[in-house]
């Protein structure tokens, strides 16, 4: 079964640039997560889906972040204009609420360098 | 909002020691879950534990939902051990977003 697939693994812009990542979860999952990870702490969620919904969005920065689901499947998160704090890895998962609905799955990670 | 603290912050062992890591949450869950982040940022899902004792080979968690603590113990240790362990607690109720905490950094040496 393939995982969570995540692009691009690293990017490096300038504050004030624009950046989008996009993530492809594990076919066939309905929640969908995207979590922003700074450097020595744990993973924080900025917004959750449910198929093409968003059920949580209420630490995304929305003067600035933004994300969408298109179809229930694969997702885009987008900064604009990015600032120096934005400098961290963001993490796509998914999760599948199934039988064995209990285990969320995690991409690489997309590592962003805000300069 | 709920609070998860994990203990210790960091931990260094030799190669084959024991060790136990501590996760406390501050409110009712159904969700607790046990992470590894590698050293190349992977994270990979060890235990769904809301309650009870699991093992898997070397490891083991617990969780005692009524004191609202979790325990992962890792025995022999070997250095691919190393990296960062996170607990993820979910609440009750929703659609259940996971709360992380800041995690126990661990070195194995050999």
């Known amino acids: 079964e393939a995982g969570v697939a995540q692009s691009p693994r690293y990017k490096i812009i300038e504050k004030r640039q624009s950046v989008a990542f996009w993530c492809n979860p594990i076919?066939?999952?309905?929640?969908l997560y995207w979590y922003q990870q700074i450097l020595g702490q744990g993973p924080k969620l900025l917004i959750q889906?449910?198929?093409?919904?968003?059920?949580?969005d209420s630490q995304l920065p929305k003067d600035r972040f933004s994300a969408e689901r298109l179809k229930g499947v694969d997702s885009t998160l987008k900064i604009q204009p990015a600032k120096l704090e934005d400098s961290a890895v963001y993490l796509c998962?998914?999760?599948?609420?199934?039988?064995?609905?209990?285990?969320?799955?995690f991409g690489e990670g997309s590592w962003l360098t805000v300069v | 909002g709920i609070q998860v603290e994990q203990s210790p912050p960091d931990l260094i062992l030799q190669e084959g020691a024991n060790s136990t890591l501590r996760c406390n949450f501050s409110?009712?869950?159904?969700?607790l879950q046990w992470f590894h982040q590698n050293p190349w940022g992977q994270l990979i899902n060890l235990f769904y534990?809301?309650?009870g004792t699991k093992q898997n080979g070397r490891l083991s968690a617990t969780t005692v939902a009524t004191e609202r603590y979790s325990l992962l113990y890792i025995s022999s240790s070997q250095t691919t051990d190393s990296g960062v362990y996170f607990c993820?607690?979910?609440?009750?109720?929703?659609?259940?977003?996971?709360?992380f905490g800041a995690g126990t950094r661990l070195a194995v040496h050999p």
């Open positions: 998962a998914s999760r599948d609420w199934g039988a064995s609905g209990n285990t969320i799955y």
């Open positions: 076919s066939g999952h309905a929640t």
């Open positions: 889906f449910q198929n093409n919904g968003v059920v949580d």
């Open positions: 409110d009712s869950v159904n969700n």
């Open positions: 534990i809301p309650s």
């Open positions: 993820a607690v979910g609440l009750s109720g929703g659609y259940n977003k996971l709360i």
